[in-house]
């Protein structure tokens, strides 16, 4: 700590993501990213992008990448805000929507960033506790709250809640927004896309980070009533003025026009995850139902803990939570067949 800094950066506790290590041969399961990389044509745009124009600023509209993600959603331009990845775009939420009268409600198991935002805007917030099969509850959302957040299916879980409950948070809480974090949707969930038009209190927030293989670039976008983009607007344009890099843009339109890649691979991932998930099971495994690029599993004999470092041990890295109510579990991210096939053997090993 530092006597230059403030009473805000003292107290603020920051989220450190899953670690990106640089060796070659370790099969990396520990941050949900795809195995597929990016459409050839996203490749192919960022060259393009590179040689051509990086000397200039991007558009500080987003103009061409917003259309496409408008037309792609069956939507007008006015109803889409980009930013650098979806944290981004939760960030500028979190600043822009969450009312500081009332407390934000988010689940007691979800993406560990939602603490850590309140903290940084001085937002108060409740969690509510997931059921017993790890499910999001409609009905237990009864507390006055300026906002709601979550993510559909559910991160570290994978569970997913149906559009019928997603409606009923926004109909019962119609003066609050609900924030529906959809970083996992195009795995086998329901998009709350479909609802923009019919709930002006509904934002819902994607990236192009997992199913269209653009980690790197960081892309992320939202989709919501034109007030509700307003106000990302005007707190974005407050801090920057530039939403994308030039790359990030012309590698996002690209990944939009490449329907036939984005669902070749999408579903080259949803079948792994079966067959994970089945492999999983006939070693003892109790896997939650996930609909998302991940599972969450736990073996009832065995220390999940010790089974992350037991698969380390063997080059294996997946994610473990050392917190209430899933720290008997590992998050593990669907990679290839290969690398599928290399956890179950290091698995093998272990239980
Ligand atoms: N929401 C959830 C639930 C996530 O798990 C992640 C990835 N860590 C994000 C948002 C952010 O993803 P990105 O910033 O890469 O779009």
């Known amino acids: 700590m530092s006597r230059f800094w403030s009473n805000i ?3 603020l506790t920051p989220y450190i993501p899953g670690e990106q290590p640089k060796l070659p041969d ?11 990389g990016p459409s050839p044509q996203v490749l192919a745009a960022l060259r393009e992008a590179t040689e051509d124009s990086l000397r200039l600023y991007p558009d500080p509209t987003a103009s061409e990448l917003k259309q496409t993600l408008a037309d792609y959603q069956g939507l007008n331009s006015a109803q889409v805000f980009v930013g650098n990845g979806s944290d981004e775009v939760l960030a500028l939420a979190f600043m822009a929507l969450l009312k500081h009268d009332a407390p934000l409600l988010f689940p007691d198991i ?4 939602y603490p850590v935002y309140c903290k940084l805007y001085g937002i108060d917030y409740l969690t509510v506790a997931l059921d017993d099969a790890m499910r999001i509850r ?3 959302y009864q507390e006055p709250c ?11 879980t994978g569970v997913d809640l149906p559009l019928a409950g997603v409606e009923t948070l926004l109909r019962d809480h119609p003066d609050a927004v609900v924030v529906v974090d959809e970083a996992y ?6 998009s709350a896309v ?7 209190n509904l934002l819902v927030v994607q990236t192009f980070s997992k199913s269209r293989s653009l980690a790197g670039l960081r892309v992320g976008c939202a989709f919501g009533h034109p007030d509700l983009i307003e106000a990302l607007e005007r707190v974005k344009n407050s801090f920057n003025s530039y939403p994308l890099d030039r790359l990030a843009l012309a590698g996002a339109v690209a990944s939009l026009h490449d329907e036939a890649y984005f669902q070749q691979t999408r579903q080259a991932v949803i079948a792994s995850r079966e067959q994970l998930t089945a492999d999983l099971a006939a070693l003892g495994f109790e896997v939650l139902p996930s609909v998302a690029n991940f599972v969450f599993a736990r073996h009832p004999q065995h220390d999940a803990a010790q089974l992350a470092a037991g698969l380390r041990a063997r080059s294996v890295i997946v994610r473990h939570f050392n917190a209430p109510r899933i720290n008997q579990y590992l998050r593990i991210s669907i990679g290839n067949v290969g690398e599928c096939a290399a956890l179950m053997t290091a ?5």
């Open 194 to 200: 479909t609802l923009v038009e019919r709930y002006p």
């Open 185 to 190: 949707v195009d795995f086998g969930g329901q």
């Open 347 to 351: 698995l093998r090993a272990l239980v």
């Open 9 to 11: 950066v003292s107290e």
């Open 110 to 113: 979800s993406y560990s960033f």
């Open 26 to 36: 370790l099969v990396k399961l520990n941050t949900n990213e795809n195995p597929y």
């Open 138 to 140: 409609p009905q237990d």
């Open 146 to 156: 300026g906002a709601i957040i979550f993510p559909n299916p559910n991160a570290p």
